[in-house]
C-alpha cells in the first residue's frame, strides 16, 4: 500500500493513503458509472474502444495480464495494476466474487480516469 504523507497548516503530520482513495473512487464507479467484469468482456470492451481504464488485480495470471495489457496498448488505454489481489478488488467493487481485471467504460461521478495516470 502507499502512503503519502503531507503536514497541515497547525503543523500536525497526516497522512493519506491511496489505495483507499482508489477503493472510494472505485465504489463511486460502481454506483454511477458503466463497467464490465472479468476477462472476456474486458478484452471485448478494448476491441469495441469502449473502455476508458483497466484495472487488473496483482494475482491475474501473467498471460492474461499480457494480453489484455497489449489490447490496452493498442487502444490506447491506461492500464491500473491494482495493489491487491481478485478478492481485494472484487470487495473493492463492493461484489461478493473474486475481480480479476474490470475495464471502466463511463466513470459516472468519479474521477478515477484523471487521478490514474496508468501504469504502461
Known amino acids: ?9 497547525d503543523g500536525i503530520l497526516m497522512q493519506k493513503k491511496t489505495h483507499e482513495s482508489i477503493n472510494n473512487r472505485l465504489a463511486l464507479v460502481m454506483k454511477s458509472g458503466k463497467y464490465t467484469l472479468g476477462y472476456k ?14 484495472i487488473i488485480a496483482n494475482n491475474c495470471p501473467p498471460l492474461r495480464k499480457s494480453e489484455i495489457e497489449y489490447y490496452a496498448m493498442l487502444c490506447k488505454v491506461g492500464v491500473h495494476h491494482y495493489n491487491g489481489n481478485n ?4 470487495t473493492a467493487c463492493g461484489k461478493y466474487f473474486r475481480v480479476c481485471c ?3 467504460i463511463d466513470p459516472g461521478d468519479s474521477d478515477i480516469i484523471k487521478s490514474m495516470p496508468g501504469d504502461h
Open 41 to 54: 468482456t474486458v478484452l471485448k470492451s478494448l476491441r469495441s474502444s469502449k473502455g476508458k481504464l483497466i
Open 102 to 104: 474490470l475495464s471502466i
Open 1 to 9: 500500500m502507499l502512503i503519502h504523507f503531507y503536514v497541515v497548516d
Open 87 to 90: 478478492v481485494d478488488l472484487g
